[in-house]
Structures are given as C-alpha cells and as structure tokens.
C-alpha cells in the first residue's frame, strides 16, 4: 500500500536556522508531491506542489522543496526559519496522477517550533 | 474567493450517539474528500466524491460512517453510532479539475465521550 513518512516529529529551532524537513513516499507510479501547512488555530494551506519539471519547487513565504525520483524523497527546506513558521507541515503525495482522481495520501506531519 | 466551509466547527457527544457533519465546497469544484484527523497524526482519507459519485471509500468503516453528496455540492459525513475512538477533526476538502490542488476546510473537532 502506498504510504507517506515524516521523518520528524517535532523539531525545535531558533530564529534563523536553516530548516529541511525530510520526506518519503512508497509508490511506483506516477505521483504528484504536495507540503502542506496548518499554522496554530487555522486550516491546513498549501505550502508548494511539484507536478513535473525542475524538481526544484518554491513555495510561499520562502519555502523550497526537491524532489529526488530515485530516493521517493521531496524534502522541505527554508534557509532562514522566523517565529512565524511555527506550525506543523504535512508532506501529502497523490498517487495515480490521473487528473483529479488520484488519492492524497498524507505523512503524519512535523510539528516546527521556533524559538525567537 | 469563499473557502470550504463546515459546520459545526465542535461537537460533544457520548458514544453510542449520532453525529452529522455538513460541508460546502467552493463553488465549481467536482472533487470532493472527507478526512479524519486523529490528534498527533496526519489526516487520513475516508471518503472521496467525484461529483455526486464515489471514487474512494475504501478507508470508510461503513458499519457506523455514511456519507452523501446531495447533487454534486454539499456533504454530509454521518457517524452513527459514535466511539471513543472517533474522537478527530473531520475536515471537508475540494478540488478543481485542473489543479489537483485539496483546498480544506476549518474541520470540524469531534469529541465522544
């Protein structure tokens, strides 16, 4: 079955440290790659998506991630953390990439907590 | 641009009760999902509509869970009865055609007690 794993739980890092959240999926097939945020009290928001091309995504508010076929990884990175990123993140992969039908499946997520 | 919206945002019940979540896509999305979302772990798909039709309900325990999607826009997610164990957030995704994008909802905080 297909599956998701965070390798973090809960990460603590102070202002301006470099972040990479790790992440990888079980699946053989096509799929497209999605990290998600949901910051303290608010809906889950999408961070970046890759769906082909340059591997190398940019999401919002600095985020960046690279997906790597060979490891099944798309690892999140941010050069520079703030307090305000203070969230828990969500790597979600959609399998069969087969339009709108395909299954999201989600990691069990990484709680971030920056210290200012 | 109106987001998904879910009522009601918290929800107590003893077990053995019934509880019904609604949910409203944004306008013009086909895709519809019903996640739950135990505390410390990541959401996990119960039910996916494409249109008024469904496409993935493998994970749905159908013994206690029910869910409609009444013309192809507004859901209901129906736990009857409830157990300790389906203490979660329910959250309400769409999706437009194109994008692939899961747009979520608040979610809706289920407490059985």
């Known amino acids: 079955a297909q599956s998701v794993s965070q390798h973090n739980h809960h990460v603590i890092l102070s202002e301006a440290a470099s972040l990479e959240l790790g992440c990888n999926y079980s699946y053989g097939g096509t799929v497209n790659l999605f990290w998600y945020v949901q910051y303290p009290g608010q809906h889950l928001q999408l961070l970046l998506k890759?769906?082909?091309?340059?591997?190398l995504v940019k999401g919002i508010k600095g985020f960046e991630a690279e997906f790597i076929k060979s490891k099944f990884s798309f690892n999140l990175r941010k050069p520079s953390v703030q307090w305000s990123d203070t969230a828990e993140y969500f790597c979600?992969?959609?399998?069969?990439?087969?339009?709108?039908?395909?299954?999201?499946?989600f990691g069990q997520g990484t709680t971030l907590q920056v210290k200012p | 641009e109106a987001g998904v919206a879910q009522s009601p945002r918290y929800k107590i019940i003893e077990k053995r009760q019934s509880v019904a979540f609604w949910c409203n896509p944004i306008s013009g999305h086909a895709t519809l999902y019903w996640y739950q979302q135990i505390l410390g772990q990541g959401p996990k798909l119960l039910i996916q509509f494409q249109n008024n039709g469904v496409v993935d309900d493998s994970q749905l325990p159908k013994d206690r869970f029910s869910a409609e999607r009444l013309k192809g826009v507004d859901s209901t997610l129906k736990i009857q009865p409830a157990k300790l164990e389906d203490s979660a957030v329910y959250l309400c995704?769409?999706?437009?055609?194109?994008?692939?994008?899961?747009?979520f909802g608040e979610g809706s905080r289920l407490t059985v007690l």
């Open positions: 979600a992969v959609k399998t069969d990439g087969s339009g709108n039908t395909g299954k999201l499946i």
């Open positions: 890759y769906f082909s091309g340059d591997p």
């Open positions: 995704a769409s999706s437009p055609r194109t994008t692939g994008e899961l747009f």
